[in-house]
């Protein structure tokens, strides 16, 4: 276990983040169509993670919305037309939105879901931590506040962050590495890089056992793995694939394999069966010897993205983002560093 599991205030978030009762039919229906009105009615594009649930992406289908990890889903906003952004996911995301779209309305079914990343990272914390290493490039995950980020000289995604690691290893940097240790170890130790890691992990992807995983493959003995680097060391030696959520969608429609043990939050099942149907995808497990089974591959701040949560946001425009210019102005600096990099 990490440090991060005994703050009080993950504790407290966690205790916020109930899910919605379960809707019928008829119910899913009526609030998907008052939506659909809605979103036409306000110029609003509804843009989702892979991890919320499945009708939440199945509505930004049919909507003309997008399905993506946290920095498409800005990028598409910022490129898209609508003025207004309705961000179903976790709060950073739908910061780093606001960040990319100062100019845009940012609204999210609610602002109470969260991550143990980003709360695991407080800025002010973070920021002396950074005062004792000043010789050292900071470089922060996605999954982390508009405040962390406006610290930071580089933000990157799980799918770039061996890339700039291995760029600033080649330019003789010294990097300081948050929030996430697990992620920080696996490039340390893909790229041999100097870092120091912050100490922070996911509720999701610490769950997941090797043993588990392990014990499934020897029932599917022809199934890959795919793991998310979020997860521990020893579920990352197991995998047959580990990268990012876009990465792991790749593998499972390019590998041959028919069966694939998924140790990622579940959520991503959704985009995995729509473009393998005749695939079949297994949790990996949580459960054995210290689990805890807070998430149970599942972020509970996700399940938090509800039908009713966005009707009600759309109605009121109560859970809106608010970022202040200073804040944009710092932050833009490490994303557009991001960005750059890419378009390399």
């Not at 993670?49 to 939440?56: D, E, G, K, Q």
């Not at 506040?145 to 610290?151: E, L, R």
């Not at 199934?223 to 959520?245: F, K, M, R, Y």
């Not at 499972?252 to 028919?258: C, F, H, K, R, V």
């Amino acid at each position: 276990m990490t440090s991060v599991y005994d703050q009080l205030l993950v504790r407290e978030h966690l205790a916020k983040a109930q899910p919605e009762p379960e809707l019928s039919p008829d119910q899913q229906q009526f609030w998907i169509e008052q939506i659909k009105k809605d979103l036409q009615a306000r110029n609003a594009v509804l843009i989702a993670h892979y991890y919320t649930p499945a009708v939440i992406q199945t509505l930004a289908e049919q909507t003309g919305g997008f399905i993506g990890d946290s920095l498409e889903m800005a990028r598409f906003g910022a490129q898209h037309s609508a003025q207004t952004l309705i961000v179903a996911g976790v709060r950073f995301m739908g910061e780093t939105a606001k960040i990319l779209s100062p100019e845009k309305k940012v609204l999210m079914p609610t602002l109470e879901a969260t991550c143990s990343l980003d709360i695991g990272c407080d800025a002010e914390e973070f920021a002396a931590f950074c005062a004792e290493h000043p010789d050292r490039e900071i470089v922060v995950y996605a999954n982390t506040s508009a405040a962390v980020k406006a610290k930071a000289d580089w933000v990157v995604t799980s799918s770039i962050a061996l890339k700039v690691v291995s760029h600033l290893r080649e330019q003789g940097k010294k990097i300081i590495w948050a929030p996430d240790q697990h992620l920080g170890q696996y490039i340390q130790r893909s790229t041999g890089a100097d870092m120091i890691l912050w100490d922070g992990a996911c509720i999701v992807h610490e769950e997941f056992k090797a043993k588990g995983i392990v014990d499934l493959k020897k029932i599917h003995p022809t199934a890959a793995v795919l793991v998310h680097p979020e997860s521990p060391q020893s579920v990352v030696e197991v995998a047959d694939v580990v990268g990012s959520t876009s990465q792991l969608l790749k593998a499972a429609s390019t590998l041959p394999n028919e069966v694939f043990i998924v140790a990622t939050d579940r959520g991503i099942f959704y985009k995995m069966q729509q473009q393998n149907p005749t695939k079949r995808f297994l949790e990996a497990p949580t459960a054995g010897q210290g689990a805890t089974c807070r998430s149970c591959a599942h972020c509970p701040w996700m399940a938090m993205n509800s039908l009713e949560r966005l009707a009600a946001t759309l109605s009121s425009e109560a859970e809106e983002i608010h970022v202040s210019p200073q804040l944009i102005e710092q932050a833009l600096i490490p994303l557009k560093r991001m960005l750059s990099f890419q378009a390399e």
